[in-house]
């Protein structure tokens, strides 16, 4: 049973990482037409219609008292102040230099996981973070070519790196009392609410943006947002914070494999280089030693 359990939550982080990098290209769409704030509030207010629509139907109800203080800061970090500011500062800076600077939030998840849950840093899990890390800076390398980085657009990248640190982290203790819908659709909810002062724009702004550009939003809110938030809270309630923040290492590189695929960009040796540190390093921050793995014979 533990092995079973281990594979789905494997699987359902595997969900979350293609939902996530396919993510970038709807992005890319929708926040040509949509401000920051109001791409922010309509991909919530469709990932709330979602999770609220499915949470009725399996009728779970209301989150229990003690799973509201970790849902209402991971709602506010993660699903309120990252969404906005990450849009507002990848219209700053070019996306490899966003990518660089935001794949600082899994070392700050491991880093922050340590003092707040007093979570393990095993060697492996260093290691691989370092590696991934390193294939992340190369395929943001790969990715600036002549593009602009103001000093605004790196603050608003660092600050969506940290809320999505406080997020995870804050939603891990969470999960211990509510089930992983309830936490991601409250957590939605919270979100959605902060981002309510946006209401006008996104008014003003659905009534001339193509349809291409509010159909990409509406995907990442019932996709990227309402199914890979659910699965991530999965496997987060079954693994540590810092195991759960190496594991989007893999995004970078399945973002050059779906940009090579879907858009036609063909990705030099620098970019494939670095997508495979990336996906190196996710194996060996999830891998374990040998004699843990493998129970002696005397035990059997």
Not at 95 to 115: D, H, R, S
Request: charged share 10%.
């Amino acid at each position: 049973m533990p092995n079973r359990t281990s594979r789905l939550a494997l699987a359902a982080a595997g969900v979350t990482v293609v939902l996530w990098a396919s993510a970038f290209v709807s992005i890319r769409s929708a926040g040509a037409a949509y401000s920051p704030g109001a791409l922010a509030l309509g991909r919530l207010l469709a990932g709330s219609l979602a999770l609220g629509t499915v949470l009725l139907v399996r009728r779970e109800g209301m989150p229990p008292r003690a799973a509201w203080p970790g849902i209402a800061v991971s709602g506010l970090l993660w699903f309120g102040v990252y969404m906005v500011v990450l849009n507002w500062g990848e219209q700053e800076v070019d996306a490899g230099t966003a990518a660089m600077v935001v794949n600082i939030g899994p070392i700050l998840i491991a880093l922050l996981g340590a003092k707040v849950l007093g979570e393990a840093l095993p060697p492996r899990l260093l290691a691989g973070m370092g590696v991934s890390f390193a294939g992340a800076v190369a395929v943001g390398l790969s990715m600036s070519g002549e593009g602009h980085a103001s000093l605004l657009g790196v603050a608003l990248c660092l600050l969506a790196a940290i809320a999505y640190a406080g997020g995870v982290v804050a939603q891990k203790p969470a999960l211990a009392h509510g089930s992983a819908l309830q936490v991601t659709t409250f957590g939605c909810l919270v979100g959605t609410v902060a981002c309510l002062p946006f209401t006008g724009q996104l008014v003003a702004e659905v009534g001339r943006a193509p349809l291409s550009a509010t159909l990409n939003m509406v995907y990442l809110g019932v996709f990227p947002t309402a199914l890979a938030f659910t699965t991530w809270a999965y496997a987060l309630a079954r693994t540590t914070a810092g195991r759960m923040g190496a594991t989007t290492y893999a995004v970078p590189a399945l973002v050059v494999l779906m940009a090579w695929t879907f858009l036609g960009e063909l990705p030099g040796p620098l970019t494939l280089g670095g997508g495979a540190l990336c996906l190196a390093g996710v194996a060996i921050s999830r891998s374990r030693p040998r004699a843990l793995a493998e129970p002696s014979a005397a035990t059997e």
